[in-house]
């Protein structure tokens, strides 16, 4: 695995009793899928599409979004977005990054990839979240809006899907100054509020009941209240920069990974007296001399979960 943070997607297809895993190495991305017992089935190799250019373009991101009618695994790297059909065998379409007006000095990439409703999010190096309306099947898939909220580029991008309220906030954005916008979607997104950074990148962000969960580089997660910014929790999580945050959304337990070796659990719950997200610390775990920079849950309960970490050859699974 390449030392990007959030290097690792899962997807659960119950329906097979499988379970796929994508990881990042360079100019191409790894699929796997194994079954239960662990055993490997399958494996594929997925290469960044040339742009204009010699050289291969790097990965930054590999992530299943899981649409109401379909799931798209999308591809982000310094060239261009690309999305296919679940398992990787067709590419459904192909969006090139405008390097028109950039310094040659700025890096120019796509980061941050999240699906909510008929749309899926994307992240870019100048800030913007370019957002694509998914037809229910085709390749006709549209650029339909480029929000902008963000100075500096985005790291990671989370979404919720709205739980029948109002004016609901179901989509965050963070970038490398820290600062997360929160957004309403809908066929025209609305910028719900901004919560600022303090010096330091957020390089992964959750969503979970109207809370946001935001790792930062300093190795703290903060908890705070999506629709108005409000800090609720602050947990000095980790000793390192924080690589990878995740959500088990059926039973709220949070998964918070970070460059000190260490993967952490956290139990989150609203309590009914003050309406404040309140914290539980669950479980920590050690992945010796590695440099960890992916972790997920395996399933929506939380029972079980993977790790990456840097120039590590297999994917580490631990169950409870």
């Not at 820290?178 to 959750?206: A, D, H, Y």
């Not at 970070?258 to 009914?272: C, G, M, N, Q, Y």
């Not at 003050?274 to 669950?282: L, N």
């Amino acid at each position: 695995a390449a030392p990007l943070c959030n290097n690792l997607s899962v997807l659960q297809v119950p329906s097979r009793n499988l379970t796929h895993f994508g990881v990042v190495h360079g100019p191409s991305a790894q699929l796997l899928s194994a079954a239960p017992e662990g055993v490997p089935l399958a494996q594929r190799q997925l290469h960044a599409k040339e742009g204009a250019g010699v050289s291969p373009p790097l990965i930054t991101q590999v992530h299943w979004c899981v649409l109401p009618f379909r799931v798209l695994l999308v591809l982000t790297s310094h060239r261009g977005i690309q999305m296919y059909e679940s398992d990787g065998s067709v590419m459904v379409y192909w969006h090139a990054l405008d390097s028109g007006d950039v310094s040659p000095v700025q890096a120019v990439f796509a980061r941050g990839i999240a699906s909510i409703g008929r749309f899926i999010c994307v992240g870019t190096w100048s800030g913007r979240v370019l957002v694509f309306d998914i037809p229910a099947k085709g390749p006709n898939i549209v650029l339909s809006e480029e929000l902008a909220g963000h100075q500096t580029s985005v790291t990671d991008i989370a979404t919720e899907p709205a739980q029948g309220q109002d004016c609901v906030a179901d989509v965050v954005t963070a970038d490398n100054s820290g600062l997360l916008c929160v957004w309403r979607s809908g066929p025209k997104f609305k910028l719900v509020t901004q919560i600022p950074g303090f010096g330091v990148p957020c390089p992964s962000v959750q969503l979970w009941h109207g809370t946001v969960a935001a790792g930062y580089g300093d190795g703290q997660v903060r908890l705070y209240e999506a629709s108005t910014g409000t800090l609720h929790v602050q947990i000095s999580a980790h000793a390192r920069a924080i690589c990878a945050l995740d959500l088990a959304p059926e039973v709220g337990k949070l998964l918070s990974a970070a460059e000190d070796t260490f993967v952490h659990i956290w139990k989150l719950s609203r309590s009914p007296e003050s309406g404040h997200t309140e914290v539980e610390h669950c479980h920590g775990e050690c992945v010796p001399d590695t440099q960890v920079c992916g972790a997920r849950f395996c399933d929506p309960s939380g029972s079980s979960f993977a790790v990456t970490g840097y120039d590590l050859a297999e994917i580490l699974r631990f169950s409870s």
